[in-house]
T-cell receptor, first 113, second 113 residues
Framework: GAGVSQSPSNKVTEKGKDVELRCDPI?????LYWYRQSLGQGLEFLIYFQGNSAPDKSGLPSDRFSAERTGGSVSTLTIQRTQQEDSAVYLC???????????FGPGTRLTVL | DQQVKQNSPSLSVQEGRISILNCDYT??????FLWYKKYPAEGPTFLISISSIKDKNEDGRFTVFLNKSAKHLSLHIVPSQPGDSAVYFC????????????FGTGTRLKVLA
């Protein structure tokens, strides 16, 4: 497809379980970002990847959160031992580079019961 | 500490009139600003951006104004259309090459037919 895709679109899990969220960026986009949006809040930066550089993980809220980007393309955000406060919409975006608009995926709505 | 603030959570405007969405920031290092529009169940869509070397950027019905001394930017939509009804986010970036954007909490615009 032409846009950023994310899967699953919805995920309901029980507290304490691990979840994996997937992002397929636009082909050729070197920068990939993860954000989350909690109810009534703005977009909270989590992590970004740029080419082969070390990712900027400064936005990850705890060590239960991790992300990887394989082959400079697909990215997976993993949340271990999920907590109820992890419930949010997780958004992935990609761009050609700095100072260029980001293209967002539709998001994954995570609900932790 | 919210570095990018959108103090109006919602705004209603009559079709055909001007919509003005406001955004304030606190970090004087920010030098690049963007506006995004978000429909329900979709990811944000890039609208328009402005660099700090400018005080105005126009694209069709959308104009962004930047007042650096006041650390304030605004998005004007004229004429407003019902299809403009969405949540609008402003975002800011500082120091070229950081790739990190700080988003506001959004303003929900409703254009009344």
């Amino acid at each position: 497809g032409a846009g950023v895709s994310q899967s699953p679109s919805n995920k309901v899990t029980e507290k304490g379980k691990d979840v994996e969220l997937r992002c397929d960026p636009i082909s050729g986009h070197t920068a990939l970002y993860w954000y989350r949006q909690s109810l009534g809040q703005g977009l909270e930066f989590l992590i970004y990847f740029q080419g082969n550089s070390a990712p900027d993980k400064s936005g990850l809220p705890s060590d239960r959160f991790s992300a990887e980007r394989t082959g400079g393309s697909v990215s997976t955000l993993t949340i271990q031992r999920t907590q109820q406060e992890d419930s949010a919409v997780y958004l992935c975006a990609s761009s050609l580079g700095d100072r260029l608009g980001q293209f967002f995926g539709p998001g994954t709505r995570l609900t932790v019961l | 500490d919210q570095q990018v603030k959108q103090n109006s959570p919602s705004l209603s405007v009559q079709e055909g009139r001007i919509s003005i969405l406001n955004c304030d920031y606190t970090n004087s290092m920010f030098d690049y600003f963007l506006w995004y529009k978000k429909y329900p169940a979709e990811g944000p869509t890039f609208l328009i951006s402005i660099s700090s070397i400018k005080d105005k950027n126009e694209d069709g019905r959308f104009t962004v104004f930047l007042n650096k001394s006041a650390k304030h930017l605004s998005l004007h939509i004229v004429p407003s259309q019902p299809g403009d009804s969405a949540v609008y986010f402003c975002a800011a970036s500082g120091v070229r090459g950081t790739y990190k954007y700080i988003f506001g909490t959004g303003t929900r615009l409703k254009v009344l037919a």
